[in-house]
């Protein structure tokens, strides 16, 4: 039976609980504990599969198809524990299955509340798995006050008073601001932000401090003794020159130990961190570095591409270099020549997206890095836009294009080399979509096998000719013009075992000029980099190396 730690946050939004939260289960794992890790997120929405990446970020994908929150992504590259549906709810999802449930009349016609009804869904989601794992490391988004999340914490606080003394502990994050001009951290934040759980029936056993100056021996005491925890479980967070030091940075601060002391667990296993100690080693102390341009749509917030910037970073760790990755708006290059801004780089990657806004720009990224024999990595529409650039250049399809622009414009402008697939098959069964389902249900997600023509570049990258990877995708590469494209130089080197979607293509005689359907930066992990981006990288090197 799992014990369980609820991770809060206070004061502001964005204090790093992902992290924490990730960091805290690599610990409990270096001290030979298994751990499962779950986000619980307040937002109406069932998922942020809908969200637009400036409102959101990155949208993470599990293989079993689930759209979740980035900080999934968090848990699973500091963990290596692939996350589930099960490890993702959000209040649109509890309120939905709420109310499928009062429909069929499974509620024999009582009067639905959010007491008990709600939360008594969300408890049930809590408990899932629970048998599987020794600790379940479960985190609220927003913050303590929130109106949206007092269902989730009314939920938690009733599911630690049921369960027996000593499995469930609270771990809550704060911000202790600096004021310069009287030069204190102040710590009445924190009292109020603790003030607030305490009102809602829950006290933490750890308190995290984020700080950006070192936090005084007397105000670590002072903060115990008004929030009513021991002054050893109140644990300094400091920034951090890269978010692969956590776990280390909270072992020296005495986390892990914290929490173990809070679960009675004595004496404490020994901790292991051979793994980050390396994955730091590889980090600091590269031996080259490599540019690597990402022509994008959504550069202007990062966490857009937050999965795509750490496994270029775990790239770099598996080649020993430091990867400098910078974000280029792709519609830039609708007005400007590509040559100027591209030239200075050693690899160029065009991630993915949805929309034909900026989709110019990036074909002719594509062009450039293609004609220029420059290392090019195309993800998702980043590889629809590199068959599109080989249609029109290549293969004399002046007007080649996609059904998604078509339909977006509500005309028809190009002759469509990716168009919307309406059926295909997923295991044993056949998944049908038509283009005006459901924004989710029109999507090809999660993991699907692939196979490898013998010989291709993506064979020996893998080192096998059968791979599995996560999709999130609508439209499809036609079959249809394959061979013609084939006969230009672009050759289909994945595809799925059926034969009928294409999954993966590369440039014949190119050094190295892949384009995958898929989304292989979701599986990548700083002490497992994906074979993909360690050889793109590896590629980027041995570009600058000729430079």
Not at 42 to 65: A, K, R, W
Not at 393 to 404: C, F, M, V
Not at 476 to 483: I, P, S
Request: charged content about 25%.
């Amino acid at each position: 039976m799992a014990r369980y730690i609820f991770i809060t946050g206070g004061v502001v939004s964005s204090l790093g609980k992902g992290l924490a939260s990730a960091a805290l289960g690599a610990l409990l794992q270096a001290r030979g504990y298994s751990v499962r890790l779950r986000k619980l997120d307040p937002y109406l929405n069932v998922d942020p599969g809908t969200m637009s990446p400036f409102e959101h970020g990155e949208v993470f994908v599990t293989d079993d198809g689930a759209e979740t929150d980035l900080d999934l992504g968090h848990y699973e590259r500091f963990t290596g524990v692939s996350a589930r549906k099960t490890d993702s709810i959000s209040s649109g999802r509890i309120y939905s299955n709420v109310l499928e449930k009062e429909r069929r009349g499974d509620y024999l016609g009582k009067t639905i509340q959010v007491v008990p009804h709600v939360t008594n869904e969300i408890k049930d989601f809590l408990r899932i798995g629970e048998e599987e794992t020794d600790f379940m490391l479960c985190e609220i988004g927003g913050t303590v006050g929130d109106i949206e999340g007092l269902p989730f914490f009314e939920a938690i606080r009733q599911f630690i008073h049921e369960r027996p003394r000593g499995e469930c502990i609270l771990m809550h994050l704060t911000l202790l601001p600096y004021l310069a001009a009287s030069g204190e951290l102040k710590t009445k934040p924190t009292q109020h932000s603790v003030k607030e759980l305490q009102s809602i029936g829950l006290a933490p056993d750890v308190l995290v401090c984020r700080s950006e100056h070192p936090i005084p021996e007397r105000e670590r005491e002072k903060i115990a003794l008004f929030c009513n925890v021991r002054a050893d479980a109140v644990i300094p967070a400091y920034d951090l020159k890269t978010i692969y030091e956590a776990p280390l940075a909270y072992h020296r601060a005495g986390l892990d130990q914290a929490v173990l002391n809070a679960f009675g667990i004595e004496p404490a296993p020994k901790p292991n961190l051979t793994r980050w100690e390396d994955v730091m080693d590889r980090i600091t102390n590269p031996e080259g570095e490599v540019r690597v341009a990402v022509v994008g749509k959504y550069t202007q917030l990062e966490d857009a591409y937050k999965s795509i910037a750490e496994a270029l970073t775990h790239g770099g760790m598996a080649n020993r270099v430091k990867v400098r990755a910078e974000w280029i708006d792709s519609e830039i290059f609708e007005k400007e020549d590509p040559a100027p801004h591209l030239e200075r780089f050693q690899a160029i990657l065009v991630p993915g997206g949805f929309g034909e806004r900026g989709t110019e720009g990036k074909i002719k990224a594509a062009r450039y890095a293609r004609e220029k024999q420059i290392p090019y990595l195309g993800i998702c529409l980043g590889m629809q836009m590199a068959v599109i650039e080989a249609a029109r250049n290549l293969a004399g399809l002046s007007d080649a294009g996609s059904e998604e622009f078509d339909h977006e414009a509500g005309a028809k402008r190009f002759t469509p080399v990716v168009y919307l697939l309406k059926e295909w098959v997923q295991g044993n069964h056949v998944v049908a979509r038509k283009l005006g389902d459901d924004k989710g249900g029109t999507m090809r997600l999660g993991a699907y096998d692939a196979a490898l023509v013998p010989g291709s570049k993506v064979a020996e990258v893998y080192g096998t000719t059968r791979i599995e990877e996560r999709h999130r995708h609508r439209y499809e590469v036609d079959t249809q013009f394959k061979d013609k494209l084939e006969s230009c130089g672009l050759v289909f080197s994945g595809m799925s075992p059926d034969g009928r979607l294409p999954e993966i293509v590369e440039v014949k005689g190119h050094p190295w000029y892949i384009g995958v359907q898929f989304h292989p930066e979701l599986k990548s992990k700083p002490f497992e980099p994906h074979p993909l981006f360690a050889d793109f990288v590896r590629a980027a090197r041995d570009v600058s190396r000729l430079v």
